[in-house]
């Protein structure tokens, strides 16, 4: 049942996607059928592909820099009183800049090449991260401190045998957060300035009218997506069998 | 073995507790009652160096406490369990911040005596409420401490789990006598456990009134002779709440 209610519910709005395309007569040029869609994917199957291997590296690998750069800061803004009140508002208003008005500036920097693409997804990823973390370590719940606390535990033993793991479901939901955003951060970056990417071809077939390719890249992206969001799922289910009552999202 | 001279407590405006004067010997069991905020659990954090007392002393083994000490552990109304780790590394918890080395033949032990064994390698939260207080009993005991604290242990468990769980202390007690300060708001509990019970009023929380209970263990509940100086405990809380 977990698999099939959504394959179905798939099926159902592919369904109706094309069924309007016939009815109403939709030129393929502004809707594409299902069909034509998939007609555009076969017609550059491996060029296609590899144009989602990139951006799929791109999300990938800032997203694995946002987990590395964020969570230790996380932590030592939840350790110190005086970095917190020194970075957090820096990092609030960091992430209050829209990324699509950064993301010229980082082409321009960086430029068209892959390292540009990976400092939007950390640009994107990273404030989820912080905030997951930082806020599920300042979670937890007081009997425990105390228990640690009377047993005069040192705070490195409070921190890495009570706070990081009481945290850890709650990190998740800020990675599972982050990795979605990551493949969109790839895409403004390969939008504003890129030769290769899903999103390059997205912009390419945009200024060619070729309304299926711009689909059928779109559906690749989605495809990414998915798999990111539930491969967390599962490291998650696998690597936090006690952490059940937060495993609604 | 506890020594608490003209303690004191405030929190701001609010007296917490004033003019406590109590001394519990080595192998004593104190069950203290008092109606809710007079500051059962402030006493308890107290005697476990949680908390400053704002004026007076408190000693436990001749020594003025500052700081938690490892030979005093502390037990909640919660069970509190760590719920990552399994039932044997939440009972080897204390050992291991502790720095006491390899405690799992007595952990073993331990969760013999409550009736867990087998369940070593189990998850908090597959266990039943009584099952993981048992565990926090475990937990509380690895460390062989000295002094046990209490806060409210049982009460949020049905009264049948409630009922095993305080005559398995009571064997507990009566096996490897300690000293115990117990927090309870059930006058049953107190009855069969204590050696004695300080009644505390309320705002300041000071004591209204010791209790010596001298009948003969192992007690049982039901036990008519409970009854009688449950009767008068009643009496007592009736004073402190009017
Ligand atoms: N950390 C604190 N900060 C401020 N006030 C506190 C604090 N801890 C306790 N108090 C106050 O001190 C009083 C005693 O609280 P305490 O928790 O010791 O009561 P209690 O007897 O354990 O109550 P209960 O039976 O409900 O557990 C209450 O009025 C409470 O509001
Ligand atoms: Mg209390």
Redesign the pocket.
């Known amino acids: 049942m977990r698999i099939a209610l959504p394959v179905l519910g798939m099926l159902v709005i592919v369904g109706l996607w094309w069924l309007a395309t016939i009815v109403f007569g939709i030129e393929p040029f502004l809707v594409p059928s299902p069909a034509d869609v998939v007609a555009s994917f076969l017609e550059l199957p491996g060029y296609l592909l590899e144009q989602t291997l990139i951006t799929l590296w791109e999300a990938v690998s800032g997203f694995g820099l946002s987990v590395a750069i964020g969570v230790p800061l996380a932590l030592l803004i939840v350790g110190s009183q005086v970095l917190e009140r020194m970075f957090y508002p820096l990092l609030v208003a960091l992430n209050a800049v829209p990324k699509v008005a950064i993301a010229p500036i980082v082409v321009v920097w960086f430029g068209f090449g892959i390292s540009s693409k990976v400092l939007m997804v950390v640009l994107v990823c990273i404030f989820p991260i912080v905030v997951s973390t930082a806020s599920g370590m300042k979670s937890t719940p007081r009997d425990l401190v105390e228990l640690f606390r009377s047993l005069d535990a040192s705070r490195t033993h409070e921190f890495f045998k009570l706070r990081l793991w009481h945290a850890l479901p709650q990190i998740f939901v800020g990675l599972k957060l982050a990795v979605t955003l990551a493949v969109i951060g790839a895409v403004i970056g390969e939008f504003v300035g890129a030769r290769a990417g899903l999103g390059y071809v997205i912009s390419t077939s945009g200024a060619s009218a070729d309304t299926s390719l711009a689909f059928a890249a779109m559906a690749l992206l989605a495809i990414i997506s998915v798999a990111l969001f539930y491969g967390l799922t599962f490291a998650e289910r696998k690597l936090l069998p006690w952490a059940e009552e937060h495993r609604d999202f | 073995m506890i020594s608490l001279q003209r303690v004191a407590r405030t929190?701001?405006p609010?007296h917490?507790l004033a003019g406590i004067d109590l001394e519990v010997g080595e192998h004593e069991f104190v069950a203290v009652i008092?109606?809710?905020?007079?500051?059962?659990?402030?006493?308890l954090?107290l005697i476990a160096g949680l908390l400053a007392p704002t004026s007076g002393r408190i000693l436990v083994a001749g020594q003025e406490v500052t700081r938690p000490r490892r030979d005093v552990s502390l037990m909640f109304q919660r069970p509190a369990l760590l719920p990552w780790r399994s039932v044997l590394a939440n009972v080897l918890l204390p050992a291991e911040v502790l720095g006491l080395g390899d405690h799992r033949v007595r952990a073993h032990e331990l969760l013999d005596l409550v009736g867990l064994a087998g369940f070593e390698k189990r998850l908090p939260h597959e266990l039943s409420g009584g099952m993981q207080q048992r565990v926090s009993l475990c937990r509380s005991l690895i460390q062989s401490p000295r002094v046990m604290l209490m806060?409210?242990p049982f009460s949020a468990l049905d009264a049948i789990t409630r009922t095993e769980l305080s005559e398995e202390l009571q064997r507990i007690q009566l096996e490897h006598p300690r000293a115990v300060v117990f927090?309870t708001?059930s006058i049953d509990e107190a009855v069969l456990l204590a050696d004695r019970i300080v009644v505390?009023s309320p705002?300041p929380?000071r004591i209204h009134e010791i209790v010596d209970v001298t009948l003969p263990r192992p007690r049982a509940l039901g036990q008519v002779e409970l009854d009688e100086v449950s009767r008068s405990l009643r009496g007592l809380l009736g004073e402190v709440t009017a």
């Open positions: 929190f701001g609010v917490a008092g109606r809710s905020g007079c500051g059962k659990s402030t006493l954090r806060d409210e927090v708001h505390l705002r929380g």
